[in-house]
Nanobody
Framework: QVRLVESGGGLVQAEDSLRLTCVAS????????MAWYRQAPGKEREIVAS??????????SYADSVKGRFTISRDSARKTMYLQMRRLKPEGTAIYYC????????????WGQGTQVTVSA
């Protein structure tokens, strides 16, 4: 089992910055993929950014809508993932969720409870 706790959301104005944090617990190893998703009111959940764990490295990906403005990173020793968000836009208003996928014969998927980000125009 992996427990995920997000923090860092809030109410900001357009063009402001926020940093989200996701702390994982419950699993000794941190060899798993992590990602940030968001779900805006009335819309489906979408992926924002991800870090895929590979041997001796990682692969980072971003949604086109956030490229150049958001930065995902992780501190494996502290089992913590971050999402630095810059130049936020009102369409970025959503609940942001932390996601972990643990590889194995059957993948295990975990979600945090989400943190609200509201961007005013």
């Amino acid at each position: 089992q992996v427990r995920l706790v997000e923090s860092g959301g809030g109410l900001v104005q357009a063009e402001d910055s926020l940093r989200l944090t996701c702390v994982a617990s419950g699993r000794r190893s941190s060899n798993y993929d992590m990602a940030w998703y968001r779900q805006a009111p009335g819309k489906e959940r979408e992926i924002v950014a991800s870090i895929r764990f590979i041997f001796r490295g990682e692969i980072i990906s971003y949604a086109d809508s956030v490229k150049g403005r958001f930065t995902i990173s992780r501190d494996s020793a502290r089992k913590t993932m971050y999402l630095q968000m810059r130049r936020l836009k009102p369409e970025g208003t959503a609940i942001y969720y932390c996601n972990v996928v643990v590889p194995g014969p059957v993948e295990s998927i975990y979600w945090g409870q989400g943190t609200q980000v509201t961007v005013s125009a």
